[in-house]
């Protein structure tokens, strides 16, 4: 009922309501004649293209270090896990700059290996963006799978890449399929990155549901295009929720030896092939925080002129206000916790709740749950931004100008993240512990109590760590909602720094995306930490 | 200051003419001509305001909708408050695009009583939505009239601001003189030099093409083809083109598509500090934005508004306007602060547009755009 109640009224009306007042103005029409154009067909395309293409590199990308994370000890792993998650909570704006200095300096700006404004440039950055998806929701099913039986694979002949393709891939499979879907709804809708990195040519369905409905005041074409956009999602979430219930392989609660220490090779391998996707370009980050402009504001172009030195005024300067913004930087960070635990919490409970009715509800209605909790995910933040505003304005739905309604966007798209993580987990638990306890005389709200909820636990707090960092650098939904100036959020008042010129703002505004990392990382360790106490256990 | 009013002039003349229309009008504004320190002047305004107050009596919250940009100091909403006992609530709506898009969209059943910040390029889409009701505000005397778009006072000018080309002046010098014209940017000898934004997505480039239709009449199409065969860069956003391209966010393009105030901004928040902007507006690329102010139509709060509106041209809100939104006040006595207009060229004589032209041509304009300078 929550979750349902939840979706409805957040995001199922409100979309609904957009849309149905866009067909009416004409929409429709535009829609049926959306196939006859070329340009749409090329946005289409290069939309499909670039998602798939961004979520396959983004798993090859990823499973190594899933199986590092899942699979091997060594110092520091939480932190990794940790440090992985931080890319989710950084504006576009801000990451689009950092690969363009980092294209430069690599050289990759001109010549045959030009990334700069090519489609090469998008994927990479997406590949940046979501490595952490694949990372964690993969690696923490992986984790929970037995390792006996590879180990009995091993014992009987199986080389490793053999143990895995027979015995690890078919189990894990359904939490690859789970984060592919996740990885390819972001890139799918990516807007900043297209914007940023694409250059001029580059648009996907997302940029021109844009386009159309600010920059051209056209409702009609922009409505029509979210048709499309969202037609599309629904039917990607169709093909993977069936992949993915296509075999959960049974869980059971293992008191594990822990696992083996990493070999240095593996562990070199990873971190530098990590190092390079994650490290480079929040190093460029950092570098910029920390430096100062050109001495004198003279030179500039060329590396060696533009050196002014390094500072830590950048990061005293984030307690005092600028003129520009309406609290000082470290006030909308504030702000910006506020609302992520809120939405954590809020994400938390609906995606709880909402699982456990994918996985142990009537199938009718897991399926719809299962459907439905995935779209905000795919929906465009026009969409659902505009459609908050036409549709919560009278009561009992008054919710329009309320400050809760940033935290109530975030956690919709936060919940699908809670549910990815925990349906296959939920799924993998061995009916036989369930039948067990309920032989034992156990009623089934003990069972839960008792068996899902702490093998779930793990589960729960990786999704609350991502809802949280999703909260945290959400821009899009956030900058259509109507605002009360204290309540400028962390990213908001980023771009408000990166509006004007001067080095003071950049490198303001770079030192605050640096402490967002950092609350970020912190964060999800924390949160994370409270989830380990559960029995799952096996790391240090 | 005096480098200001000699750069001023476009609208100095009519300041000029003002100085004794006010005078004679005999309104609490005619005394701001002669005093040049804020205090006693604020007072006396707000005075005026709260002469009004009490006779329309409106009490309460009146709900100002304005876009990211928009702030003052603190304080300023307060003299506000102070004068008419009625609090101002502030509501952000994303940039100029969104907030106008979204009013639109709520027309009728409006998010507040009144919007601040939709530009002439956005105008006459609001307008044809029937967005504002009509207010003719009595301080509008001391506006400039080139700055009053519509007869019929459906909204009102609070600020103006150019876009301009600016170059990075140290790049510039006996090999190459700093361009001076739109003609220049065309010209082979700026080869890979400029970059701009792309209209469809970005407010200053939408200005910036403005300025060249403005300029070239029909023949802007070719002016564009001209400037794709001599290399320019289009970014999707200013700040992309700023930070990214040009050389002042270590970029190597020395020309870019900014705004008059730039220059102010990077000596305000330099780092290390500055004596001089390391940027130059080329003051013939300008084209000029108007911020304007509007009662939503459908308001609770009509004579609130008003009073708001008001206080929108007062000269309390008027000089508070630039270090804060760097852009400049539309009334034509409020005193600039000297670190602002120390390093402001403004142009005589900007770019301009009838807003309904834009609104008709604007989507067939980018379209074309985007066949000649992407395709």
């Known amino acids: 009922m929550v979750p349902a109640a939840f979706l409805g009224v957040f995001f199922l009306y409100p979309v609904g309501s957009i849309l149905v007042r866009g ?144 015995v690890t891939w078919p189990r894990l499979w359904p939490a690859v399929a789970a984060a592919s879907s996740i990885v390819f709804l972001f890139c799918f809708t990516s807007f900043g990155v297209v914007l940023v990195l694409g250059g001029p040519t580059r648009a996907t369905l997302e940029t021109e549901v844009w386009r159309h409905a600010v920059f051209r005041g056209d409702l009609a074409s922009a409505t029509a295009l979210a048709v499309v956009q969202l037609a599309a999602v629904v039917a990607m979430v169709v093909v993977t929720n069936r992949l993915q219930r296509r075999r959960a392989v049974a869980q059971r609660v293992v008191r594990r030896m822990p696992p083996p220490r990493a070999s240095r090779r593996l562990l070199a391998g990873n971190l530098a092939l990590l ?57 909308a960070l504030r702000n910006s916790l506020v609302f992520a635990v809120v939405a954590a919490g809020l994400a938390v409970v609906v995606g709880g709740l909402a699982s456990v009715v994918v996985v142990h509800g009537r199938r009718a209605v897991a399926r719809a749950f299962d459907l439905g909790m995935m779209l905000p995910l795919g929906a465009s933040a026009v969409t659902v931004g505009f459609g908050m505003l036409i549709a919560l304005d009278e009561p009992p739905l008054d919710f329009r100008s309320s400050r809760w309604l940033v935290p109530v966007a975030h956690a919709l798209i936060g919940v699908p993240f809670v549910m990815r993580i925990v349906v296959p987990t939920l799924r993998g638990i061995d009916v036989r512990l369930r039948e067990a306890a309920a032989t034992l005389g156990a009623t089934p709200a003990r069972v839960r109590r008792e068996i899902d909820l702490p093998i779930a636990a793990r589960a729960l707090s990786v999704g609350a760590g991502f809802s949280f960092a999703v909260s945290l650098g959400e821009f899009g939904a956030t900058s ?38 950092l609350a970020t990382a912190l964060s999800v360790l924390v949160i994370e930490g409270w989830g380990r106490r559960g029995t799952v256990r096996g790391d240090l | 200051m005096l480098r200001f009013r000699s750069v001023y002039s476009g609208v100095g003349l009519t300041a000029a003419l003002l100085v004794g229309a006010t005078s004679c009008g005999g309104d609490g504004a005619s005394t701001t001509v002669s005093t040049s320190s804020g205090g006693p002047v604020v007072t006396e305004e707000l005075a005026a305001i709260e002469a009004s107050a009490t006779t329309a009596a409106p009490t309460g919250l009146v709900t100002l909708i304005t876009h990211d940009s928009f702030w003052v100091s603190e304080g300023t909403l307060a003299a506000f408050t ?50 504002f009701e009509a207010y003719e505000s009595s301080a509008l005397s001391g506006v400039p009239d080139e700055l009053q778009l519509d007869a019929s006072h459906r909204v009102t000018p609070v600020d103006f601001g150019d876009v301009c080309v600016n170059y990075w002046i140290d790049r510039f010098g006996d090999d190459l003189a700093a361009p001076t014209s739109l003609d220049d940017l065309a010209d082979p000898a700026y080869a890979d030099l400029l970059v701009v934004q792309n209209p469809e997505t970005s407010s200053p480039g939408l200005a910036f093409l403005l300025a060249t239709i403005a300029e070239y009449g029909d023949g802007w199409e070719d002016y564009w083809a001209a400037l794709r065969d001599n290399g320019v860069v289009v970014t999707a956003g200013w700040e992309d083109a700023y930070y990214g391209e040009f050389v002042s966010g270590g970029g190597d393009r020395p020309i870019v598509v900014s705004y008059a105030s730039s220059p102010p901004a990077e000596v305000i928040y330099a780092d290390p500090p500055v004596d001089t902007p390391p940027t130059g507006v080329v003051t013939g690329t300008c084209f000029r934005q108007i911020e304007f102010a509007g009662i939503l139509a459908g308001t609770d709060h009509r004579a609130a508004a008003e009073l708001l509106v008001d206080f929108l041209l007062s000269p309390t809100f008027q000089e508070d306007i630039p270090l804060n939104m760097f852009v400049f006040p539309v009334l034509a006595t409020a005193e600039l602060p000297p670190t602002f207009v120390d390093f402001v060229e403004l142009a005589d004589d900007p770019h301009v547009l009838d807003p309904a032209d834009i609104e008709a041509h604007r989507n067939d304009w980018s379209e074309r755009w985007t066949e000649i300078v992407l395709r």
């Not at chain 1, 909570?89 to 050289?107: D, K, M, N, Q, S």
């Not at chain 2, 006992?85 to 502030?90: A, R, T």
Request: charged share 15%; no cysteine.
């Open chain 1, 275 to 331: 190092g390079v996707v994650l490290g480079l370009p929040i190093g460029v980050l950092v570098e910029r925080s920390l430096t100062r402009g050109p001495a004198g504001g003279r030179g500039g172009g060329q590396w060696g002129d533009r050196w002014g030195g390094w500072t830590l005024d950048h990061y005293g300067a984030l307690a005092d206000r600028v003129n520009l913004l309406p609290v000082s930087a470290l006030g």
């Open chain 1, 23 to 166: 067909l009416g103005a004409d929409g429709l029409n535009r829609l049926v004649e959306l196939p006859g154009r070329s340009s749409f067909r090329s946005v289409a395309w290069f939309t499909l293209w670039q998602a798939v293409a961004s979520t396959v590199l983004t798993v090859v990308v990823a499973l190594p270090g899933a199986h590092l994370l899942a699979r091997r000890r060594f110092r520091g792993r939480s932190l990794l896990r940790a440090a992985a998650t931080v890319p989710f909570v950084l504006p576009t704006v801000v990451v689009g700059g950092a690969f363009l200095a980092l294209f430069e300096r690599l050289g990759l700006a001109d010549g045959p290996l030009r990334l700069t404004r090519t489609a090469g440039a998008i994927l990479a950055a997406h590949v940046f963006f979501n490595v952490a998806v694949v990372l964690r929701t993969v690696g923490t099913f992986w984790e929970g799978l037995d390792p006996r039986a590879v180990e009995q694979a091993r014992v009987l002949g199986a080389s490793p890449v053999q143990a895995f393709r027979w």
């Open chain 2, 82 to 131: 102070e004068a008419t006992g009625i609090e101002v609530v502030l509501q952000m709506a994303g940039d100029t695009g969104q907030m106008v898009s979204s009013a639109i969209l709520t027309v009728g059943d409006p998010l507040g009583d009144v919007m601040f910040g939709i530009d002439n390029t956005f105008l006459q889409r609001a307008l044809d939505a029937d967005l």
């Open chain 1, 480 to 517: 259509f909602l109507p605002r009360h100036p204290d309540q400028l959020t962390a990213p908001l008042a980023l771009f408000r720094l990166l509006s004007q010129p001067g080095h003071a703002l950049r490198g303001q505004a770079m030192a605050l995306a640096v402490v967002l990392m």
